[in-house]
T-cell receptor, first 108, second 113 residues
Framework: KNQVEQSPQSLIILEGKNCTLQCNYTVSPFSNLRWYKQDTGRGPVSLTIMTFSENTKSNGRYTATLDADTKQSSLHITASQLSDSASYICVVTFYMRFGAGTRLTVKP | KAGVTQTPRYLIKTRGQQVTLSCSPISGHRSVSWYQQTPGQGLQFLFEYFSETQRNKGNFPGRFSGRQFSNSRSEMNVSTLELGDSALYLC????????????FGPGTRLLVL
């Protein structure tokens, strides 16, 4: 069983709508939790980095939350745009464990 | 400021051969990490170098090795290639070690026949 589970595996939404991606982890110890966006054929781009003590971190229309007690994180995307179509990957560092990613498609 | 560059971008090798991939970090970045990405396994951490020293290593066999030079440029070597080594190899740089934002290169796509 993967120590970092992301859900859903894929998601299709209409442009302008909001969505929330989930990341549950069991891996420990924990240095920080990161969310990356990866466009097809390109390297990942960092969206947020949160330490154990941080609950929320925003980057423009992207807001990540972290509940270290329940070992859950979410990435909320507001007012989606076509350019948000990508894979979103959750990473728990210390041992660098990656989730399988959520493939988001934003349709006009 | 130029981003992370990786060469070559594409590579085709046959089983048993060896390959060397190169990564030039962003100027001023001293940490370089390497990752393997495959459709089946997703992203997996290979190793991280800082100031020419390997600081972290993932769970890969000894056929995978790397090094970092005094100018922070890094190379990754895979010996005795196997079909399963076909993947996108990504390099990322950051100013220092863990906790910093990493900037990824475009990757080297390796195909082993």
């Amino acid at each position: 069983k993967n120590q970092v589970e992301q859900s859903p595996q894929s998601l299709i939404i209409l442009e302008g709508k909001n969505c929330t991606l989930q990341c549950n982890y069991t891996v420990s110890p924990f240095s920080n939790l990161r969310w990356y966006k990866q466009d097809t054929g390109r390297g990942p781009v960092s969206l947020t980095i949160m330490t154990f003590s941080e609950n929320t971190k925003s980057n423009g229309r992207y807001t990540a939350t972290l509940d270290a007690d329940t070992k859950q994180s979410s990435l909320h995307i507001t007012a989606s745009q076509l350019s948000d179509s990508a894979s979103y990957i959750c990473v728990v560092t210390f041992y660098m464990r990656f989730g399988a990613g959520t493939r988001l498609t934003v349709k006009p | 400021k130029a981003g992370v560059t990786q060469t070559p971008r594409y590579l085709i090798k046959t089983r048993g051969q060896q390959v060397t991939l190169s990564c030039s970090p962003i100027s001023g970045h001293r940490s370089v990490s390497w990752y393997q990405q495959t459709p089946g396994q997703g992203l997996q951490f290979l190793f991280e170098y800082f100031s020419e020293t390997q600081r972290n290593k993932g769970n890969f066999p000894g056929r995978f090795s790397g090094r970092q030079f005094s100018n922070s440029r890094s190379e990754m070597n895979v010996s005795t290639l196997e079909l399963g080594d076909s993947a996108l190899y990504l390099c990322a740089s950051s100013v220092t070690l863990a906790g910093e934002t990493q900037y990824f290169g475009p990757g080297t796509r390796l195909l082993v026949l």
